[in-house]
């Protein structure tokens, strides 16, 4: 069946780690991109992709780092430099000419 | 920069009663999509809207796209109890999809219907 994987499901990180979420996709898509949401302010863009070996800032991206190195995969970390980084993380790609956006099932992020 | 505002952000409803939903969106566009989510899960598409006058339904749901006036809306008829959950929409920033593929999302209208 054809796809969007992210793991863990839960993570918990200790203050001043780095931590990473992994999204792999089985879907063929070029686009795939890294969203955070937080009760209330909806959903808001880390990074995107598009090809690659090549990916752009979103709205919120200080704190974060991500890759694209391979087509079927766009892992997001989430640095010590992130002040608040309890959120729901979801992980979603689109074909290049259709933005229409399918999502993975989502990470939750808790720093304890 | 591109704003899309939903209103209500809350909505409690009865069942059997019908309901609108509105999403507006302060550029051009003419990409719109909905979205449902259930609690602490991932977002589902609903409807994906593409020129102006769009309309598509769903079961108890119809959505809707007017370019002109930069409105989506999202019409619930004789809701029930399993309707229930956070509805978003979306709006591709560029007219015609553009070369910079990512969306804008509204900040959610948490649906609940009541028995």
């Known amino acids: 069946d054809g796809g969007i994987t992210q793991s863990p499901k839960y993570l918990f990180r200790k203050e001043g780690q780095n931590v990473t979420l992994s999204c792999e996709q089985n879907?063929?898509?070029?686009?795939m991109y890294w969203y955070r949401q937080d009760p209330g302010q909806g959903l808001r863009l880390i990074y995107y992709s598009q090809i690659v070996n090549d990916f752009q800032k979103g709205d919120i991206a200080e704190g974060y780092s991500v890759s694209r190195e391979k087509k079927e995969s766009f892992p997001l970390t989430v640095t010590s430099a992130q002040k608040n980084p309890t959120a729901f993380y979801l992980c979603?790609?689109?074909?290049?000419?259709?933005?229409?956006?399918?999502f993975g099932q989502g990470t939750r992020l808790t720093v304890v | 920069e591109l704003k899309v505002e939903q209103n209500p952000l809350f909505l409690s409803m009865q069942e059997g009663k019908n309901y609108t939903i509105y999403c507006n969106y302060s550029?051009?566009?003419?990409?719109l999509y909905w979205y449902r989510q259930d609690p602490g899960k991932s977002l589902e598409s609903l409807f994906v809207l593409l020129s102006n006058g769009a309309v598509k339904q769903e079961g108890r749901l119809m959505a809707s796209l007017d370019t002109k006036a930069r409105l989506s809306t999202l019409h619930i008829t004789a809701a029930v109890h399993d309707l229930s959950a956070t509805y978003f929409c979306a709006v591709d920033p560029l007219p015609g999809g553009g070369s910079n593929y990512k969306l804008t999302f509204g900040k959610g209208t948490l649906l609940t219907v009541n028995p």
């Open positions: 550029t051009t566009s003419d990409r």
């Open positions: 879907l063929n898509h070029d686009a």
């Open positions: 979603a790609s689109s074909i290049l000419s259709d933005t229409e956006a399918f």
